[in-house]
């Protein structure tokens, strides 16, 4: 068995530029639109139920899945999302009762400064941890995301951001989280 031949200095790993190449993305393509509307209907009543079980609209649960290719097993919340402002962190009646209501993953508070993670009301929420600084580079923003999810053992992709800022949309990239929910989309109630 022989070793596969590394392009050489110079080469950019781009696409492929032999034949051919736009007839395998067609079949790709053809397979995968074809792969998609057949999830059998049992396993859509569970995803339905997970979606409900932590507090998600369908639509986003699936489109979350679909991209991160698993399921959502914790919540990272930043302060800003939470409403928790110095001097006196109150997590407001809302965002409590929402969070309470959520159920089978974990609930997370990313705080920014000056609060300290003893701030953080601990029920509903799970634990805390500091949040990178507003000047932190990316390479630090992904540590220190990566660093604290693996201490509790959670795989970052399976982990999804609420936020309030556009630092906050960046810190999902940095992380490689599951994706970034704006505030507004999670904690604002559903219309029937």
Known sequence: ?????????????????????????????????????TLPLEVLRLRVARAREIGLDYRTYATVRATSGRDIVAFLFSSNALRLFA???????????????????????????PLSLTDVPAPPLDWAMAAPGPN??????????????QAQKLPADAVLLVGDTPLERAWAEAGALAGYLPTERFFTPATP
């Open 136 to 149: 932190a580079l990316w390479r630090d923003v992904r540590g220190a995301l990566r660093g604290a999810l």
């Open 87 to 113: 001097p006196q962190p109150l997590l407001p009646e809302d965002r409590a009762a929402r969070l309470a209501a959520m159920a089978g993953c974990g609930r997370i508070a990313v705080v920014h400064r």
């Open 1 to 37: 068995m022989t070793a596969p031949v590394l392009p050489g200095i110079g080469h950019n790993l781009g696409p492929t530029m032999e034949e051919g190449t736009s007839w395998r993305r067609h079949c790709w393509t053809e397979a995968r639109r074809a792969l998609l509307p």
